[in-house]
């Protein structure tokens, strides 16, 4: 019987509330095969909803809702990373998670390893122009640096046509090459994670 998994979802959304974004859209489009392999998805966290302030330790001091979501980021094994592009990149709320996780280089047990470590991360993201390529360089680059893993197929996007207006979660029908590309992403990070979980990196 394979061990069983968990996976948390951050939304990087620019939104704090309102209706369920392009970006919650595409987390759960993952979020569906991952529960087709028995890996268990807490809800997303929408962070622009919280007090996350900026800064790159993992206590910003009172009021800072970073050490609460950092808590449930890393008790599970595998992280969705959710951001829309803006302006060709990762969105500036993405920037500020990923300058929290920087703290993680500082926080490696006796071993040389990071809290992150054999942990799974993979990224969901969307937008109506081009840069997925870009914005998956950025944020893998920036997440091995602090101790993720990347699996083989790590990024499920959908970007629309130069200067469009239709998001993808206002799409009639889901892209075919989205959902096949879901369906790899969540398998090798559920098949990665699992290995990890059994024998972890000895640092």
């Known amino acids: 019987m394979p061990a069983p998994l968990t996976a948390a979802a951050i939304n990087c959304s ?79 709320v993405a920037k500020l998670v990923m300058e929290r996780m920087d703290a993680f280089l ?12 054999s942990k799974v991360a993979v990224a969901a993201i969307v937008g109506n122009e081009d840069g997925a390529h870009n914005v998956s360089a950025q944020i893998f680059q920036a997440l091995n640096d602090v101790g993720w893993t990347i699996p083989a197929v790590a990024a499920c996007y959908w970007v629309g046509e130069a200067m469009g207006s239709t998001d993808f979660k206002d799409l009639e029908h889901r892209p075919r090459k989205v959902t096949e590309t879901a369906k790899m992403v969540a398998a090798n990070a559920a098949h990665l994670a699992r290995l990890l979980k059994q024998a972890p990196y000895p640092g």
């Open 106 to 117: 500082s926080e490696a047990d006796d071993r040389g390893r990071m809290p992150s470590y």
């Open 14 to 92: 620019l939104s704090a509330k309102g209706r369920a974004s392009s970006t919650d859209a595409m987390i759960a489009v993952l979020a569906e095969h991952f529960a087709a392999l028995g890996v268990t998805v807490a809800d997303p966290i929408r962070i622009a909803a919280h007090n996350v302030k900026w800064g790159v330790t993992s206590n910003q001091g009172p009021d800072d809702d970073w050490p609460a979501i950092r808590k449930q980021i890393l008790a599970a094994d595998i992280l969705i990373f959710g951001t829309p592009i803006w302006m060709g990149q990762a969105s500036s």
